[in-house]
């Protein structure tokens, strides 16, 4: 009775014959550990709304302010202004994760659909390349790229997050990719539909969300990365990770306005996953182990 | 029907039917994948057997030339390699750990109904979505630091005597940063294999007379085997390449300095010794392979059970 009683709630599974005392008490638990976990980026919101003075004393006399939003945005102190580092983010975060989807999406129909011979070694060698640490290759790319002039571009950083990000796009939408039901594919094919209309009217609508996910997971790490940025990627073509460390400041107070920045450079990222967290959850149970 | 069995053995006037047209479509990541990756691999191995250094930071640029294999030799005379080492394994294994437990009793919270549970969700994931230039400067400059801190803040007043966060305890400090940050991705995983779970049978269990505690032990533990698994291959393939934190925070040290940042302090971080600094990066790729080895048996593991579903 009781569990016939919740079928309909979803989420609630666990929650077999629990007490409304117990529902509560978890409940609150969770409350507390959610406000736990976001106090650190609470208190540097607040922070990012003070005066230097105010944050560095960590008190709170002089009420809330927007000027540090605006100091850091025109900052002339720095070399690296705020529009040049988001121009460069922009771009080299959306051209990578392009290029990556484009490379993804047929590779994991070579690895689901119609797998080729040995495509699990296939997978394992893609994977396989996580493991080796970045270290292991990041002279050969320094030397060549200082040879080839392509250090403080925004090339290097674009092939980089291809290749860094690549193995996880491909995992991803292949298992999404297994997802779709062979009976649809070989439908649309006794249809003689070209396998570009299969792609589009039958795999890609099943796999989307999916594949929204894996885009958006290449976008954050795209976007958050700070090694290869500031190894190969100064001056000209820094992006907003270096944006941010500029903010620190050696001389006076500085927190307010690094809050502020810290706060600028997250915020994309931040609602992309806000908005997306349902359908990174449903893609990682849809397909994460198939 | 005979169409339709034909498709699924024969594959008549399939397009896909010569196995070098099925590979076509793998070809461009493949290449890709292993000209940006592999190659320089390759490189770096040549380098570790040569004494190769940045001609623009020194004086006097020497020659390159080979050396055999001298760089290997003075590895394993260097305590700070092995004490990097050894901080790398440590930093790992708490990270993951510990990410893997709380990701996983949060998510067992929140995979009930309650009032704001949507709400609870999206703040628990945003340390994930943060830079992680951004999450160490946060837990830096406004929880650890001794001089706007809030850690310590709290310690004055609950009248205790205030702690040098990061500069005593390096290691735990880094470790805190990084938890905060990949538990909600753990969470994620194992949300995902929370709601995975067939209802019907949990519904049958619970009219059964089964209790929670039983249920949680006989069904749904086994169900997250695997998610834990991927949890913990994802989650150590991430934590092990720890370099932001450690350069924000600490900018190495004694207690701090992982594998990564030994290699980078070596090389372009300053020592500009990409010989030497190369043969480190090899027998950090060889116990790379030894680990990975092993994932990827896990990996493979998981692969098969899907099969046999």
């Not at chain 1, 903010?247 to 994309?268: D, E, Q």
């Not at chain 2, 999206?122 to 801190?149: C, D, N, R, Y």
């Not at chain 2, 913990?232 to 701090?256: E, H, K, N, R």
Request: charged letters at 15%; one cysteine or more.
């Amino acid at each position: 009775m009781i569990a016939l009683g919740r079928r309909e709630r979803r989420g609630s599974r666990l929650g077999v014959g629990e007490s409304r005392a117990t529902v509560i008490a978890l409940g609150t638990v969770a409350w507390l550990i959610g406000m736990l976990w976001i106090f650190p980026v609470a208190w540097t919101v607040l922070t990012s709304f003070k005066t230097e003075q105010d944050a560095s004393a960590q008190t709170f006399h002089n009420g809330l302010t927007v000027a540090r939003y605006s100091d850091v945005s025109h900052s002339t102190t720095g070399t690296l202004s705020l529009s040049t580092a988001f121009t460069n983010s922009l771009v080299i975060v959306l051209v990578s994760t392009i290029i990556v989807m484009l490379l993804a999406l047929p590779a994991a129909y070579a690895l689901a659909i119609r797998p080729v011979p040995k495509w699990r070694d296939v997978l394992f060698f893609f994977i396989s390349t996580k493991f080796l640490p970045i270290v292991a290759s990041i002279f050969p790319i320094y030397v060549y790229a200082q040879k080839w002039n392509l250090i403080g571009t925004r090339t290097i950083l674009i092939v980089l997050y291809i290749a860094m990000n690549l193995p996880l796009a491909i995992w991803m939408t292949r298992s999404f990719f297994s997802e779709v039901p062979r009976e649809l594919i070989e439908a649309a094919e006794i249809d003689g539909t070209s396998l570009f209309n299969q792609l589009r009217s039958v795999i890609l609508p099943i796999a989307a969300p999916g594949i929204a996910a894996t885009a958006l997971l290449c976008v954050i790490f795209a976007w958050n990365e700070y090694f290869y940025a500031i190894q190969l990627n100064f001056a000209g073509a820094s992006t907003m990770p270096q944006w941010v460390i500029g903010n620190v400041s050696t001389r006076g107070n500085f927190l307010a306005k690094l809050s502020a920045a810290s706060m600028i450079a997250c915020l994309p990222v931040i609602l992309a996953g806000w908005a997306a967290q349902k359908r990174m959850i449903r893609g990682l149970s849809m397909g994460a182990l198939k | 029907m005979t169409a339709a069995e034909a498709t699924l053995r024969g594959r008549v006037g399939d397009p896909f039917s010569s196995p070098w047209r099925r590979r076509l479509p793998l070809l461009p990541a493949l290449v890709f994948t292993i000209a940006i990756t592999q190659l320089p691999f390759l490189v770096s191995i040549y380098y570790s057997f040569t004494n190769l250094k940045d001609r623009t930071q020194s004086i006097i640029p020497e020659p390159t030339k080979f050396v055999g294999i001298d760089n290997y030799k003075a590895i394993f005379n260097d305590p700070f390699f092995r004490q990097a080492m050894w901080t790398s394994v440590k930093m790992t294994v708490l990270a993951v750990v510990l990410s893997l437990v709380f990701g996983t009793l949060f998510a067992l919270l929140l995979d009930r109904k309650f009032f704001g549970q949507g709400i609870v969700r999206t703040l628990l994931i945003t340390p994930f979505l943060l830079m992680p230039v951004v999450a160490a400067l946060i837990w830096k400059q406004q929880m650890f630091s001794s001089l706007f801190g809030i850690l310590d803040k709290v310690l004055a007043f609950l009248g205790l005597n205030s702690v040098a966060w990061i500069s005593d305890h390096p290691l735990a400090s880094i470790v805190t940063v990084l938890v905060w940050q990949w538990t909600p991705f753990m969470m994620l995983i194992m949300l995902a294999g929370l709601q995975s779970q067939p209802s019907d049978i949990l519904e049958a269990a619970g009219v059964d007379g089964a209790t929670p505690l039983g249920i949680f032990r006989q069904l749904t533990l086994p169900h997250l085997r695997r998610y834990l698994e991927l949890g913990a291959l994802l989650g150590s393939i991430y934590i092990v390449q720890a370099f932001d934190a450690i350069d924000v925070m600490t900018g190495g040290g004694p207690g701090s300095t992982n594998i990564p940042y030994f290699v980078y302090q070596e090389s372009i971080g300053g020592g500009f010794r990409y010989g030497s600094a190369s043969a480190y990066a090899i027998v950090v790729v060889i116990f790379s392979i030894i680990i990975a080895t092993f994932s990827l048996r896990v990996l493979s593991g998981l692969l098969k059970d899907e099969e046999r579903a």
